[in-house]
């Protein structure tokens, strides 16, 4: 209703501001135009109705105040009636056009509205399905640290356990056999305590890697004195293996955290004698690429792993072994973790290939050397490929 009394009151005012200054001042052409102005106003405005009575209405204005004879109806001149014929077409027709411009507007307003709507709601979706991802992700984390928890946890204890009850029942015991007995004992208890240490550094290590607050203690070491630190360490792990050193003549100092390098070369062994069969050769070499950095491997003869895996290794709490039987052996999965933090710590780059004639696994990195005047980025790092070999 607001619609059609705006539309007569549009036409009636345009009308009362134009009839004083007719015929002298506007002629019909203006005041058709001038009509039509408030037929389109009114569409726009109101729809396709109001500017229908609003085109009815200016047609007759115009013929009752500006077409002679002037105060009727009455059309003297037959043009007269062809003017104001096309002056209600086209009012109609402007006004319908406008009108329907009007809706089409809304319509494409009222669609955007949507597709920002289903846009939001499509991201509302992917947010909870990243949600869901990386919940998943969470429990599978969750359930890998969980069972290697559960075993690296549990098997050191129960030796312990087992151990210190035993003792404890023998106390009071001076034979020879039962103190040698007491001594394995305590031997095992020994070596279990330790596992459990390390097991513990291991994990606060690989917090501190992944919390950015790893603090490496710079100094300059020789290459030789780290390699050696690792294998002293590895000890009895590589009695039955044929251990083989290649280091390069004359390598310059690095200026690195000693400490944190030889814990790299002593997974990077301990792995290589866990995965490889007793009598097998175990090489370590190192040398000069002479751009500031040290290269360094250890080669194994073992199963190797294979290319889809040699990433995956990286990972914590991921274990290479294929094989059910290796499991046992393989830890908790953190320690390649840890290694990789720590070269990457000193600028450095590591990665597996195939060991010579694609057998086997040799397992690079590479860390400058800590003259600025000498060393390269590690971007530098060659990548190099080599051929597809077995599974480890």
């Given at each position: 209703?607001?619609?059609?009394?705006?539309?007569?009151?549009?036409?009636?005012?345009?009308?009362?501001?134009?009839?004083?200054?007719?015929?002298?001042?506007?002629?019909?052409?203006?005041?058709?135009?001038?009509?039509?102005?408030?037929?389109?106003?009114?569409?726009?405005?109101?729809?396709?109705?109001?500017?229908?009575?609003?085109?009815?209405?200016?047609?007759?204005?115009?013929?009752?105040?500006?077409?002679?004879?002037?105060?009727?109806?009455?059309?003297?001149?037959?043009?007269?009636?062809?003017?104001?014929?096309?002056?209600?077409?086209?009012?109609?027709?402007?006004?319908?056009?406008?009108?329907?411009?009007?809706?089409?507007?809304?319509?494409?307003?009222?669609?955007?509205?949507?597709?920002?709507?289903?846009?939001?709601?499509?991201?509302?979706?992917?947010?909870?399905?990243?949600?869901?991802?990386?919940?998943?992700?969470?429990?599978?984390?969750?359930?890998?640290?969980?069972?290697?928890?559960?075993?690296?946890l549990r098997t050191p204890?129960?030796?312990?356990?087992?151990?210190?009850?035993?003792?404890?029942?023998?106390?009071?015991?001076?034979?020879?056999?039962?103190?040698?007995?007491?001594?394995?004992?305590?031997?095992?208890?020994?070596?279990?305590?330790?596992?459990?240490?390390?097991f513990i550094e291991s994990?606060?290590?690989?917090?501190?890697?992944?919390?950015?607050?790893?603090?490496?203690?710079?100094?300059?070491?020789?290459?030789?004195?780290?390699?050696?630190?690792?294998?002293?360490?590895?000890?009895?792990?590589?009695?039955?293996?044929?251990?083989?050193?290649?280091?390069?003549?004359?390598?310059?100092?690095?200026?690195?955290?000693?400490?944190?390098?030889?814990?790299?070369?002593?997974?990077?062994?301990?792995?290589?004698?866990?995965?490889?069969?007793?009598?097998?050769?175990?090489?370590?070499?190192?040398?000069?690429?002479?751009?500031?950095?040290?290269?360094?491997?250890?080669?194994?003869?073992?199963?190797?792993?294979?290319?889809?895996?040699?990433?995956?290794?990286?990972?914590?709490?991921?274990?290479?072994?294929?094989?059910?039987?290796?499991?046992?052996?393989?830890?908790?999965?953190?320690?390649?973790?840890?290694?990789?933090?720590?070269?990457?710590?000193?600028?450095?780059?590591?990665?597996?290939?195939?060991?010579?004639?694609?057998?086997?696994?040799?397992?690079?990195?590479?860390?400058?050397?800590?003259?600025?005047?000498?060393?390269?980025?590690?971007?530098?790092?060659?990548?190099?490929?080599?051929?597809?070999?077995?599974?480890?």
């Open positions: 209703m607001k619609g059609y009394l705006t539309a007569v009151a549009g036409i009636a005012a345009t009308t009362a501001v134009l009839f004083p200054l007719s015929p002298r001042h506007v002629n019909a052409t203006t005041v058709a135009l001038a009509l039509l102005l408030a037929v389109l106003m009114t569409a726009l405005r109101w729809g396709s109705r109001p500017a229908v009575l609003a085109s009815v209405l200016g047609m007759l204005c115009f013929n009752y105040f500006f077409l002679p004879p002037i105060g009727t109806l009455t059309i003297a001149d037959s043009l007269n009636w062809t003017a104001l014929a096309a002056f209600l077409a086209t009012a109609i027709t402007v006004g319908q056009l406008s009108a329907r411009a009007k809706q089409r507007a809304v319509e494409a307003e009222t669609r955007k509205r949507d597709i920002e709507r289903l846009y939001q709601e499509l991201q509302d979706a992917f947010e909870r399905a990243s949600e869901a991802e990386a919940l998943r992700r969470s429990e599978q984390l969750k359930s890998a640290l969980l069972d290697a928890v559960t075993h690296d204890l129960t030796a312990i356990k087992v151990s210190a009850t035993a003792l404890l029942g023998e106390l009071g015991s001076t034979r020879e056999a039962d103190i040698e007995g007491q001594r394995e004992m305590l031997g095992v208890i020994n070596e279990e305590a330790d596992r459990l240490n390390r994990m606060v290590e690989l917090a501190r890697i992944e919390a950015g607050a790893l603090d490496l203690s710079r100094r300059w070491s020789a290459f030789e004195e780290i390699v050696s630190i690792a294998i002293e360490r590895a000890g009895n792990r590589l009695l039955s293996h044929r251990i083989v050193v290649a280091l390069e003549p004359d390598l310059p100092l690095l200026r690195a955290d000693a400490r944190a390098l030889a814990e790299v070369v002593y997974t990077l062994i301990d792995n290589a004698a866990k995965y490889s069969p007793p009598g097998s050769e175990i090489r370590i070499t190192a040398r000069y690429t002479g751009d500031g950095m040290i290269e360094f491997a250890v080669e194994d003869e073992g199963p190797g792993i294979s290319p889809e895996l040699r990433e995956c290794v990286f990972d914590k709490f991921y274990r290479a072994s294929d094989a059910g039987k290796m499991r046992s052996s393989a830890g908790l999965g953190m320690g390649l973790a840890i290694a990789r933090g720590i070269v990457e710590a000193h600028g450095g780059r590591i990665r597996i290939e195939a060991g010579a004639g694609g057998r086997g696994a040799r397992v690079v990195f590479i860390v400058p050397t800590g003259d600025e005047d000498k060393a390269e980025s590690a971007n530098d790092f060659p990548d190099e490929r080599t051929p597809a070999h077995s599974g480890r």
